[in-house]
Nanobody
């Protein structure tokens, strides 16, 4: 069974940085693209970023483009999401998900049956 575990969340001031990790177990990242989502209280889950397993192509939501960076380390079966220049509106629980195709096509639909597994989430809080 595909398992994902997120870590790295925390509380920071506006303008601060965090690095989230998404560690895979019982499978290798070579077989799945990995997407990051976030969900703020009272809001729908929002797609943030994706990295394709086929060629490492990355995708970002407009709201985070230029501030967040997704990367993968296949040797460690871990995907990272670097969060820089954080804003209060970035406050949310961040989830990673294994997408069962080698591209990120359609990844922004959190209800897609192509998502094989979701992590438990990690809280990111940005406040002054």
């Amino acid at each position: 069974q595909v398992q994902l575990v997120e870590s790295g969340g925390g509380s920071v001031h506006p303008g601060g940085s965090l690095r989230l990790s998404c560690a895979a177990s019982k499978f290798t990242l070579n077989h799945y693209s990995i997407a990051w989502f976030r969900q703020a209280p009272g809001k729908e889950r929002e797609a943030v970023s994706c990295i394709a397993s086929s060629d490492g192509t990355t995708y970002y939501a407009d709201s985070v483009k230029g501030r967040f960076t997704i990367s993968g380390d296949n040797a460690k079966d871990t995907v990272y999401l670097q969060l820089d220049s954080l804003k209060p509106e970035d406050t949310a629980v961040y989830y990673c998900a294994a997408y069962f195709i080698d591209s990120c096509r359609g990844y922004s639909d959190s209800g897609s049956p192509l998502f094989a597994s979701w992590g438990q989430g990690t809280q990111v809080t940005v406040s002054s």
